[in-house]
């Protein structure tokens, strides 16, 4: 991970390089060497690459022999959306390749569905570079469409203008992209008459609503370039005659029909309701495909249901109101399932779920999403409760898979909803990474309300009160490649986005085993765990990394179990939240007024950071652990601190109070403390406003690497400061019964540089 981290940096300096001297030999006042040589061989050919290509990448072949021949030692690749801009710098995706690689695949700032140009030039020494190999030709170059192939680069009315979802009140109309359109104009109006209803997307598809039923409409749909404007494409569709059928259902019969009929033609206008209980018992329905009005329960129950897909696959209207009671059963046939969708795109609140749901399979290639309520969801759930149990199992191997109380995949707000079912994700072990929606790089993510938190969620008011159970059984098995991070919360497993006033009230449980238990795994595996939150990591549709988590105003009082035999790197176990987010200096990630009242235990072989409030490092102000953490036993080098395990990148911890207990049996050298178990060597000044009131037990007392404020320095070439003389630290306590005093405040070893401003009560 790192490493490929330090690589990218350094291809983005030389690009930044190359582009630099692109900019200075175009610049007329400049004199340095460099820049364009149409003497030096270019690229002879370049090609798009199917095979390695896929929904948000780019992949390329070429043939640069010549190039090679003469000295070249790198090529830039850039995909454009202006073919005329002559300046590198301005391109949408550069990248740089070595020779002698003559393949790539492109990822950095492309997005799925979008055109680019791409071409190819070859570098040379002194910042000299060939003349561009187009893909096609300079003169009829070819567009790149993501995730779908080469098309040709031509500007003209958008081709395949089609309607579905016709209904009484409205249609859905789609077309296909038009090559660098910047926008579309779509237009209707009643056949032969009237002015045109002029409506301007970047979308290539548009629902009308609120139209007359059984009327002829005409379509037309322009592409916009800038100024430039193509010919219309054309057409036409007729509304359907409107229904006779009452919204209003009292019956099993009215509810069959609105399935099986009404729904599927319902206009954003249209309301359903249901006036009293309806009775499924014995009864097959169909999955709606697609919904996009109201359906109001007004807290009636549906009753014998046993069904293995959403209600409705794609919801992009409103449900609200509606219980499902114990006597239904939920075995999921689907990948994205939720009793009441597969896709929320629309709204959900005041749902109940009473009912079990069991997801079953004997191997898991394709990532499944597997809720109470929603499976993947873009629009905002509120008021909603689950009573039931949510367990997905796998008896053989499995890719990622987001399991949770509510909602699988989340990219919008969750308000106010409660999970009392436990929730429960066994397999044998996890074949490798895969993309979820837009996380990359996704593994298992399991939390009481939520499992993925996608760009877009927050999540506020929400209260977890079941297990929240995570298992792997023979993590070795075909395992060729670290598996880093798995994500498990009491309330959601990867946040990118607020949580805020939510609390956690279930246990956490987390078992990742060798077959053959307290052997090592042969690569890293790293899981990350949280009363709260697990941690957010790798949502991305590039290779940025969102971090931009927060928990603020929560409490945990679920305890927490990790039980692992990874060896290999450290896992991270926190009362609030495991890993925060990335590992550097500046973080949107932060933990605000929260309090950890859950206690901790970590047991097996494995390598771990485990704090009271976090495990790894992040801002900390104004939260306090009160929970006993326990480790039962681990890898000597894991660390261990009251409010936090590990602390670097100059992140803030401010107004915290380090309270509880930190029993430890074992013996670790990574660091045991109260603050801080474990001080990274960089630049650091902070503190202000802490307290340090722990119970600290070892098996013997390592000055060197125990203390009452820090367990241990990593590191000796950069200062740290905790506390200042304005405010100190307040320091109380004990270490092996001894109380706090000047020799035990912090472990000796390595501690040039470093200051920590205390005062013992």
């Not at 370049?46 to 090679?68: I, L």
């Not at 979008?114 to 060939?130: E, L, M």
């Not at 609503?209 to 010919?231: M, P, Q, W």
């Not at 042969?522 to 949502?539: A, H, K, Q, S, T």
Request: net charge negative.
């Amino acid at each position: 991970m790192y490493k490929d981290m330090k690589n990218y940096k350094i291809l983005t300096v030389a690009a930044c390089l190359l582009a630099l001297a692109a900019c200075k030999q175009e610049n007329p006042y400049q004199t340095v060497p460099g820049g364009l040589d149409a003497t030096k061989p270019a690229v002879a050919s370049f090609n798009y690459d199917a095979a390695t290509s896929g929904a948000k990448s780019a992949g390329f072949t070429w043939d640069a022999a010549q190039a090679v021949s003469a000295g070249a030692t790198s090529y830039t690749i850039e995909l454009t959306d202006d073919v005329t801009n002559p300046n590198v710098v301005n391109g949408t995706s550069i990248t740089i390749v070595n020779v002698p690689e003559t393949s790539a695949i492109v990822t950095k700032n492309i997005k799925a569905g979008a055109f680019y140009y791409a071409r190819i030039r070859a570098n040379y020494p002194g910042y000299y570079f060939s003349n561009w190999t187009y893909l096609g030709s300079e003169a009829n170059p070819l567009a790149v469409c993501v995730g779908t192939g080469t098309v040709e680069a031509k500007f003209g009315a958008p081709a395949n203008l089609k309607t579905s979802n016709v209904s009484e009140t409205g249609f859905k109309a789609t077309w296909d992209p038009v090559p660098f359109a910047t926008g579309y104009v779509f237009e209707y109006k009643p056949a032969s008459t009237g002015d045109w209803e002029k409506v301007k997307t970047t979308a290539t598809t548009y629902d009308a609503d609120g139209l007359v039923g059984k009327t002829a409409y005409d379509i037309r749909v322009k592409a916009v370039k800038g100024e430039e404007e193509s010919e219309y494409s054309t057409g036409s569709v007729t509304t359907l005659e409107p229904s006779k059928f009452n919204p209003q259902m009292s019956k099993l019969s009215d509810f069959i029909e609105f399935l099986n009929t009404e729904a599927i033609l319902a206009g954003a206008a249209s309301e359903y309701t249901l006036e009293a209980d309806i009775d499924l018992t014995g009864q097959t329905i169909p999955a709606v495909e697609s919904f996009k009005g109201t359906l109001d329960g007004k807290g009636h129950v549906i009753k014998g249901l046993k069904n293995g897909k959403p209600l409705f696959n794609t919801l992009t209207g409103t449900v609200k109101n509606l219980v499902f009671d114990a006597s239904c059963e939920f075995a999921p046939e689907v990948a994205f399932f939720g009793i009441v969708a597969g896709d929320n795109q629309g709204t959900i609140s005041g749902v109940t779920n009473k009912a079990k749901i069991a997801f079953a399979a004997s191997s898991l290639a394709d990532p499944a999403l597997v809720a109470a309520i929603a499976g993947q969801s873009s629009g905002e759930i509120s008021g909603c409760t689950n009573e039931g149990a949510v367990s997905v199992k796998i008896d053989g191997a499995t890719v990622a898979a987001g399991v949770a109380g509510i909602v699988g995949y989340q990219a919008a707000a969750i308000n106010n909803c409660i999970n009392k079912g436990n929730i429960s994700f066994e397999a044998k072990n996890i074949s490798g990474k895969v993309v979820v929606v837009d996380a990359t790089g996704a593994l298992p993510t399991i939390g009481g309300i939520a499992g993925y938190g996608a760009p877009g969620f927050s999540i506020s008011g929400c209260e977890n009160h079941g297990v929240v159970d995570y298992k792997i059984t023979a993590a070795e098995t075909d395992m060729t490649a670290n598996l880093n991070r798995n994500q498990i919360g009491g309330i959601v497993g990867s946040p990118c986005g607020a949580v805020s006033n939510s609390n956690n009230y279930g246990a956490v449980n987390v078992s990742l085993k060798h077959s053959t238990p307290g052997s090592e795994l042969p690569f890293e595996f790293i899981v990350c765990v949280g009363g709260i939150g697990g941690g957010d990591y790798e949502f991305t549709n590039t290779t940025e990394v969102f971090s931009n988590t927060s928990y603020i105003n929560c409490v945990n009082e679920g305890n927490i179990t990790v039980d692992s035999d990874a060896q290999k790197s450290n896992s991270a176990i926190g009362g609030i939240v495991g890993w925060p987010g990335q590992e550097k200096p500046v973080t949107g990630t932060s933990v605000n007024g929260c309090t950890n009242k859950g206690n901790i235990t970590g047991k097996g072989i494995m390598k771990c950071r485990i704090g009271g409030i976090e495990g790894g490092t992040g801002v900390i102000e104004n939260s306090e652990n009160q929970g006993v953490i326990t480790i039962e036993s681990a890898n000597v080098g894991s660390a261990v601190g009251s409010l936090c395990a590990f602390h670097s990148q100059g992140h803030a911890i401010t107004g915290c109070t380090a309270g509880g207990e930190v029993v430890v049996k074992c013996d670790l050298t990574g660091g045991v403390g109260g603050l801080i178990g474990n001080v990274g060597n960089v630049e650091h000044n902070t503190g202000a406003g802490c307290k340090v009131n722990c119970k600290i037990t070892v098996p013997t007392y390592n000055a060197d690497r125990h203390g009452m404020v820090v367990g241990y320095y990593n590191g000796t070439s950069k200062t740290v400061v905790l506390g200042s003389a304005d405010s100190p630290i307040e320091v109380s306590g004990s270490i092996n019964g001894t109380s706090a005093n000047a020799d035990n405040i912090f472990g000796k070893a390595n501690n040039e540089n470093h200051t920590i401003n205390y005062i013992i009560k």
